[in-house]
């Protein structure tokens, strides 16, 4: 799922295609028609399904929408690589243990929106990432996998969101890795 520019999406789908992930991705969902990561998904020959927000009169129709999508694809795992609406209960509770989220900070620390400018604005020395399971309190599911990133004097929104995004790409394929470990879908050898 993702509805920006969809570098985590690549970073997953590149993952899977250097075998660093065994696992295949199978469908995008974006909700902004066009948006990068839609034109990355055609670039990489990913099926993509727009399911504009603008078109459900609710959240929780959106997210029954999706659910009905990922189950007709059957997919095992669910990644918001960067999707902007919350999610309801109805996402949740038909993929638990299943939903993975990727966060711009380390969490507990700034969750919510523009976790980056939170980050600049409270003064803190050390940014970072964090990949983890979706639960109903927003970014606040069980922590998979965090990248502690320094923030440099003289960093900008810009430059920082890029180091950190960086680490999000290394981060993301780890935690689907790990999430699928706890569920059994994957074995690695000893
Ligand atoms: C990432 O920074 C992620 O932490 C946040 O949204 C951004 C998505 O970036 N949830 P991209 O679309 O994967 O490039």
Known sequence: M???NGSNFEALVQACAN???PAQVVSLVVNNPGCGASQRAERLGIAVTCLDHRTFVSRDSLDGALVEHFHAAAVDLVVMAGWMRIVTRR???AF???LVNIHPSLLPSFRGVDAVGQALAAGVTLG???AHLV???VDAGLILVQAAVPVLAGDSHDSLARRIQAQEHRILPLAVG???ER???LHRQP
């Open 96 to 98: 638990p243990e299943r």
């Open 19 to 21: 075998q660093q992930l």
């Open 91 to 93: 996402l949740i509770k």
């Open 178 to 180: 790990l999430a699928a």
């Open 2 to 4: 993702a509805s920006g």
């Open 183 to 185: 569920l059994g879908l």
């Open 128 to 130: 970072g990432c964090t």
């Open 135 to 137: 639960s109903e309190e």
